[in-house]
């Protein structure tokens, strides 16, 4: 059965930061391209990061992320991760881990980060 599990979301005060995992089970974990989305409470699902199979070298992010958030992997682990640093009101909403690969595509359930003094 094949499970992607987000934690670490929560309340984190402006400027603040806080580091999503999304523990991947049931598939190759290694060979799938890792995402992170996040949806906005009435706004689109919008790619945040999305880092390459294996080694992860390709790695890309949305502009309004660039230079605060960092995302990675460790196939040891079968676990991506997503480091958010420097947060602001923008950045709440939930945020969904995604694998995709080999004409399949998996989605976690979210974890909520909601950015607030």
């Known amino acids: 059965q094949v499970r992607l599990v987000e934690s670490g979301g929560g309340l984190v005060q402006p400027g603040g930061s806080v580091r999503l995992s999304c523990a991947a089970s049931?598939?190759?974990?290694?060979?799938?391209?890792m995402n992170w989305y996040r949806q906005a409470e009435g706004k689109a699902r919008e790619l945040v990061a999305r880092?390459?199979?294996?080694?992860?070298?390709?790695?890309s992010y949305a502009d309004s992320v660039k230079g605060r958030f960092t995302i990675s992997r460790d196939n040891s682990k079968n676990t991506t991760y997503l480091q958010m640093d420097n947060l602001t009101s923008d950045d709440t909403a939930v945020y969904y881990c995604?694998?995709?690969?080999?004409?399949?595509?998996?989605w976690g359930q979210g974890t909520q980060v909601t950015v607030s003094s």
């Open positions: 880092i390459g199979p294996l080694s992860g070298s390709a790695i």
């Open positions: 995604n694998a995709d690969g080999w004409n399949t595509n998996y």
């Open positions: 049931g598939f190759n974990f290694g060979l799938y391209r």
